[in-house]
């Protein structure tokens, strides 16, 4: 629950309570408990009315997606009062969750991400948040389904018209987390023109070549183990190896528990990012897994990665 200020005034046997704040939403137990992750906004309601700050759902045409396409938005308190323009993040989210997942979901961070503006520990910006399915944000082999082509011209194309973003790379980010952290790293490489900062929670880097003899998501996404030309051309190891110098002004931050199943894969690309002459931010959690606990700290701490970026 939000600690407001208050005054009570006891005038002719009626109270009065006045309150220095118009937020007196409580929170559950469960946001409670995950708010411990990061205790220094542990139990906080923004100061600004939820209607200004709360994530909004779009379905938009997608020619990418031969249909329409779901996305979450947030914009920070005051855009609808001002005529500021705002940087923007574009951020992918893991296997099995959805584009309500970051920003409206458990991890909140609509509510953070207000509470850390509110603080003065981010600048303002604008977050949007993709449906990508279970594709790992990649243009199938078969063109059956395009969603990189999703992210990079659908939704890019539709925030940029409909919202007052700063362009240009300097204003752009791609994150994501699990999955969709291999998606952030494999986007950001086949684009540097258009991101400028990568950051990857837990990517989910997969072999940097298709298992021999097995049908998996990966065959299915990136077409048949006997020609891996399309699977190098969206696999991060390979999209360095061959265009290290075309990458080296991309800024990457990963970030990784080590209790989680994917550190040691992870641990590994950073080194590889690294010895490629590239340069990389790395933060270890310290016996953090792969959970919504050490995706809100990791979002949150990302948060303040990405704005430092964008001040620069």
Same mark, same amino acid.
């Given at each position: 629950?939000?600690?407001?200020?208050?005054?009570?005034?006891?005038?002719?046997?009626?109270?009065?309570l006045f309150c220095a704040s118009c937020s007196c939403e409580t929170l559950t137990a469960d946001q409670l408990r995950i708010d411990a992750a +990061?205790?220094?906004?542990?139990?906080?309601?923004?100061?600004?009315?939820?209607?200004?700050?709360?994530?909004?759902?779009?379905?938009?045409?997608?020619?990418?997606?031969?249909?329409?396409?779901?996305?979450?938005?947030?914009?920070?308190?005051?855009?609808?009062?001002?005529?500021?323009?705002?940087?923007v993040v574009y951020y992918l989210h893991g296997m099995g969750d959805h584009n309500r997942t970051w920003l409206g979901g458990e991890q909140e961070?609509?509510?953070?991400?207000?509470?850390?503006?509110?603080?003065?520990?981010? !600048?303002?910006?604008?977050?949007?948040?993709?449906?990508?399915?279970?594709?790992?944000?990649?243009?199938?082999?078969?063109?059956?389904?395009?969603?990189?082509?999703?992210?990079?011209?659908?939704?890019?194309?539709?925030?940029?018209?409909?919202?007052?973003?700063?362009?240009?790379?300097?204003?752009?980010?791609?994150?994501?987390?699990?999955?969709?952290?291999?998606?952030?790293?494999?986007?950001?490489?086949?684009?540097?023109? !258009?991101f400028g900062f990568v950051c990857a929670i837990s990517p989910a880097i997969p072999p940097s070549e298709l298992p021999s003899g097995q049908v998996?998501?990966?065959?299915?996404?990136?077409?048949?183990?006997?020609?891996?030309?399309?699977?190098?051309?969206?696999?991060?190891?390979?999209?360095?190896?061959?265009?290290?110098?075309?990458?080296?002004?991309?800024?990457?931050?990963?970030?990784?528990?080590?209790?989680?199943?994917?550190?040691?894969?992870? +641990?590994?690309?950073?080194?590889?990012?690294?010895?490629?002459?590239?340069?990389?931010?790395?933060? +270890?959690?310290?016996?953090?897994?792969?959970?919504?606990?050490?995706?809100?700290?990791?979002?949150?701490?990302?948060?303040?990665? !990405?704005?430092?970026?964008?001040?620069?």
């Open positions: 629950m939000k600690l407001i200020r208050s005054l009570t005034i006891i005038l002719g046997g009626v109270t009065l +990061t205790p220094e906004y542990k139990g906080m309601m923004p100061a600004a009315p939820a209607e200004e700050w709360k994530m909004k759902e779009f379905e938009i045409e997608s020619k990418s997606l031969r249909g329409k396409g779901k996305i979450s938005v947030y914009v920070p308190p005051g855009y609808n009062r001002s005529k500021k323009k705002y940087p961070m609509d509510r953070m991400a207000t509470l850390m503006a509110e603080k003065g520990d981010i !600048i303002p910006m604008i977050l949007v948040a993709p449906d990508g399915g279970r594709g790992f944000w990649s243009n199938y082999y078969d063109y059956s389904v395009l969603y990189e082509d999703w992210v990079v011209k659908d939704v890019r194309s539709y925030i940029e018209k409909k919202y007052r973003v700063l362009k240009g790379k300097k204003n752009t980010v791609i994150a994501g987390v699990s999955m969709g952290g291999f998606g952030a790293l494999k986007i950001a490489l086949r684009h540097p023109d !258009i998996t998501v990966f065959t299915q996404i990136y077409g048949p183990q006997a020609d891996p030309s399309y699977y190098r051309q969206n696999h991060p190891f390979w999209l360095i190896k061959g265009n290290n110098n075309k990458v080296k002004n991309i800024k990457f931050a990963v970030k990784c528990g080590t209790a989680d199943g994917l550190y040691p894969s992870v +641990t590994d690309f950073v080194y590889f990012i690294r010895a490629s002459g590239i340069q990389c931010d790395w933060r +270890t959690y310290e016996g953090m897994k792969h959970d919504v606990y050490y995706f809100r700290r990791a979002s949150v701490d990302s948060l303040k990665d !990405i704005s430092k970026f964008f001040k620069k």
